[in-house]
């Protein structure tokens, strides 16, 4: 297993969306206080930036599924099943072409499909697996996010569940029923050595920012406003 630089995080966003560097203005800020954060927009910064061994890769957007980037794709799968943490969320999950979309879990030996889209509020999956060092207490939960679901992810690879309406006169059971049985809005799996997420949230929620910071080891700094 690769021993991993805890310096440095990459930015793989080939595409150079600039809603990115909008939406997840404050994310990025963030990370880039407590770290190097490297932003890879061209095939040749992603491979350089690949032998760094970074402590996360975070995809936010299609680029690394398209078929001239098939250089970055093996560099990233390399840098996984050697021991990385790869997330994939920001503008990835609207940006990709459905069809893409479901071929593109199978080169990681996944099962995964896309699922429904929609805004609902969810909640931690407490049996789900996470990456190593992660724990279930730094995660939050519930909040509220439109959502692309994935589906056949295994049970314990749903990682965040369709929280029960609590003015629903039902039982309340960990996994959903009804049109989002079998589906969640965030799934995490180990690959080898090393540990994949996707985050279908569209919007940038700020649960979903907090998400990534706890994913990564990082917390949100608290400013001090001089108030008592």
């Given amino acids: 297993m690769t021993e991993l630089d805890q310096s440095k995080i990459l930015l793989l966003c080939l595409d150079n969306q600039p809603s990115i560097h909008g939406k997840y203005k404050d994310l990025l800020a963030i990370i880039s206080r407590s770290v190097e954060l ?3 927009r061209s095939i040749d910064e992603a491979r350089e930036f690949f032998d760094e061994k970074p402590r996360a890769v975070l995809v936010a957007d299609a680029g690394v599924t398209r078929s001239e980037n098939v250089r970055v794709f093996s560099k990233l799968l390399s840098y996984l ?3 990385g943490l790869v997330i994939f969320g ?3 999950p609207s940006l990709t072409p459905n069809d893409a979309f479901n071929v593109f879990w199978g080169k990681f030996e996944l099962p995964w499909k896309s699922g429904n889209a929609d805004r609902l509020s969810f909640r931690v999956n407490p049996f789900c697996s996470l990456p190593r060092g992660v724990r279930y207490n730094s995660l939050p939960s519930p ?3 439109s959502v692309l679901h994935m589906r056949r992810a295994k049970p314990d690879d749903r990682m965040f569940l369709q929280a029960p309406d609590p003015e629903a006169e039902t039982e309340d059971t960990l996994f959903p029923t009804g049109p989002h049985k079998g589906q969640a809005a965030v799934v995490g799996a180990k690959v080898k050595y090393g540990f994949l997420v996707y985050i279908g949230d569209i919007n940038g929620q700020t649960g979903t920012k907090k ?3 706890a994913l990564i080891g990082l917390r949100p ?4 406003t001089g108030r008592t």
């Fill in 90 to 92: 920001f503008d990835f």
């Fill in 211 to 213: 998400l990534i910071l």
């Fill in 38 to 40: 490297k932003r890879a």
């Fill in 143 to 145: 909040y509220t996010m």
């Fill in 221 to 224: 700094r608290r400013t001090n």
């Fill in 81 to 83: 099943i050697t021991g």
